[in-house]
T-cell receptor, first 120, second 111 residues
């Protein structure tokens, strides 16, 4: 039990669909992350939230839209995706840096099991 | 080339044998994390190294950090089927406070 849950675990969607991925952590962390993992490639950091504020957006296309309503929940809203967006999407959480500042990453990140996304 | 290179990309080892996985950074290392991932699942934290020369062990897995070489090695002694999976390294570098990641090493243990 990692303390970070993700739903759904698997998702198949067409390019015109709109869907959302959900991440929930029960560890009392205040920093949350979305990563994309494609085969044989390094993890790609997509978004970082620190105390519910987005601190990083690594040039992610606008068809991916994150939402962090509180420190325990993180969503990734998907619309008009492309087949190359098919991947494993991982959520992670960690202890934060100072509120309003950058996330200090010397604390390990705890990962959820991921959502396997297939875009047809 | 990638900022964080892992080698080898994949490894098949006879059960009971020792093995080593390397993670080399093109930038200064301020912290190095090792994670293990089973296929299609999330990452499980193994160890974090922060100081040059630091060495940590957990059960049969030992990780070392060579600050001068900007490299970390993960060594598994007397490998078991439970060690099979993908090992990833993540690093704090001097460029920013985000972790950068290697592409992973896929480990297969032959019975």
């Amino acid at each position: 039990e990692t303390g970070v849950t993700q739903t759904p675990r698997h998702l198949v969607m067409g390019m015109t669909n709109k869907k959302s991925l959900k991440c929930e952590q029960h560890l009392g962390h205040n920093a949350m992350y979305w990563y994309k993992q494609s085969a044989k490639k390094p993890l790609e950091l997509m978004f970082v939230y620190n105390f519910k504020e987005q601190t990083e957006n690594n040039s992610v296309p606008s068809r991916f839209s994150p939402e962090c309503p509180n420190s325990s929940h993180l969503f990734l809203h998907l619309h008009t995706l492309q087949p190359e967006d098919s991947a494993l999407y991982l959520c992670a959480s960690s202890l934060p840096g100072l509120a309003g500042g950058p996330v200090i990453s010397y604390n390990e990140q705890f990962f959820g099991p991921g959502t396997r996304l297939t875009v047809l | 080339s990638q900022e964080l290179e892992q080698s080898p990309q994949s490894l098949i080892v006879q059960e009971g044998k020792n093995l080593t996985i390397n993670c080399t950074s093109s930038k200064t290392l301020y912290g190095l994390y090792w994670y293990k991932q089973k296929y299609g699942e999330g990452l499980i934290f193994l160890m974090m190294l922060q100081k040059g020369g630091e060495e940590k062990s957990h059960e049969k897995i030992t990780a070392k950090l060579d600050e001068k070489k900007q490299q970390s090695s993960l060594h598994i002694t007397a490998s078991q089927p439970s060690h099979a999976g993908i090992y990833l390294c993540g690093a704090d570098t001097d460029s920013n406070y985000q972790l950068i990641w290697g592409a992973g090493t896929k480990l297969i243990i032959k019975p």
